[in-house]
């Protein structure tokens, strides 16, 4: 806040409005929301909070209380017509981010940390401007602003909370963990640079295709040309668009089921992982598994594109002012296995009054309209470079 205010001005084209999360975690939260506005006022920056309403203490809080913070900003910037948001994580996060990949035996993407700047959404970047600042000196230069502490920091409960604490009394050279985090981070560049090629080169030859309703179709004989590394990372991107999650399956289940798409005497295929079902022969084809329950339900909250099971933005203006609930065809029972993990929409009493053109015949008369966007293409390009490795 104190370098937005500074950076501010009236010939300026940029905007800053500060958003806090309440994840409402603690008695005092709302409170701390509060105090969070109050400086704001005074740097005379707009403020406003978001709440997360589905704190319960169940399975992995903090990974559900970091995504739901990511989703509430994003919402936040999409009613702001934002183009970035922008947070204060600083080279101390960076370093615990990159002893907590090494822990888990993480590869160059994992060990190279954060991005500086990410995609968050389309059309919306992720802005980390003080990753090369050390913690202690950019809270020094707070000044009559000190930092709130956060307790959470120091819950023993998390993984985060307890490396922190370790490395509070345990030497280690720092200058040695930030040139290896530079060249995880290299290695990293290096391979996004390869995948971008790759991807350009197999969508002008009409190798890789993305479906409208969510699937994706490649050459199985291209694939198994690509160099290992290569083709294991276009795996992986695929596998985390199709099933819709942030994270790809573990590397050693993406290792097994390369081997069989890459065999010397190809046979048909026909395999699960990560929530995708894999099937085909020349041709393999990537499709969300629906399972026993499929993808998430979600509410409508306003009038912005609301995303579903991080595969469609589904245009849902016009449905914001009722009860609305999106969830997939195949809790209704109906659809073939790709129409099943499709979106349709239930009023209150849990009758469809909208969904995709293509489920209509499944449906019958009096269902509205949902036009889909389907997010895959840009999952598989995000963050990658637009310029050629060769140029």
Not at 132 to 137: E, Y
Not at 265 to 289: C, I, M, Q, W, Y
Not at 324 to 329: A, F, I
Request: aromatic share 4%.
């Amino acid at each position: 806040m104190q370098a937005a205010a500074r950076y501010r001005c009236p010939a300026s084209p940029t905007a800053f409005h500060v958003v806090t999360i309440d994840h409402g975690l603690r008695a005092r939260s709302s409170a701390e929301a509060a105090d969070v506005g109050a400086v704001a006022r005074a740097f005379g920056l707009p403020h406003s909070v978001r709440r997360w309403t589905d704190a319960s203490p169940a399975g992995n809080l903090q990974g559900r209380a970091r995504d739901a913070r990511y989703a509430l900003l994003i919402q936040a910037a999409r009613d702001l017509r934002a183009e970035a948001v922008m947070t204060g994580h600083h080279q101390d996060d960076q370093i615990e981010t990159h002893f907590l990949a090494e822990a888990r035996h993480a590869g160059d993407r994992g060990l190279a940390g954060m991005r500086a700047q990410r995609a968050l959404a389309p059309g919306l970047v992720l802005l980390r401007p003080f990753l090369d600042i050390p913690g202690p000196v950019l809270k020094a230069s707070l000044g009559s602003h000190p930092a709130v502490d956060d307790p959470s920091n120091r819950d023993p409960r998390f993984d985060r909370a307890r490396l922190r604490q370790a490395l509070a009394v345990c030497a280690f050279d720092r200058d040695a963990v930030l040139a290896a985090i530079a060249r995880h981070a290299a290695a990293r560049d290096a391979a996004d640079r390869r995948l971008s090629d790759c991807l350009r080169a197999f969508g002008a030859d009409r190798k890789l295709a993305v479906r409208p309703v969510g699937t994706v179709e490649i050459d199985r004989q291209a694939l198994a040309t690509l160099a290992p590394e290569t083709a294991a990372d276009l795996l992986a991107r695929i596998l985390r668009a199709v099933g819709g999650g942030d994270y790809p399956p573990q590397h050693a289940a993406r290792a097994r089921l390369w081997a069989r798409l890459s065999e010397d005497n190809p046979s048909p295929v026909a395999a699960t992982l990560g929530g995708v079902a894999v099937r085909g022969d020349r041709t393999l084809h990537f499709a969300r598994e629906f399972g026993r329950a499929g993808p998430m339900g979600v509410t409508v909250t306003g009038p912005a594109p609301t995303l579903f099971d991080g595969r469609f933005d589904v245009d849902t203006a016009g449905l914001e002012d009722q009860a609305v609930l999106l969830v997939p065809l195949g809790r209704l029972g109906r659809g073939n296995a790709i129409e099943k993990t499709l979106p349709v929409a239930l009023d209150a009493a849990g009758r469809p009054i909208a969904a995709p053109a293509c489920l209509h015949a499944k449906l019958g008369p009096g269902v509205g309209t949902l036009a889909l966007q389907e997010r895959l293409s840009w999952r598989l390009q995000a963050d990658l470079p637009s310029h050629s490795a060769s140029a």
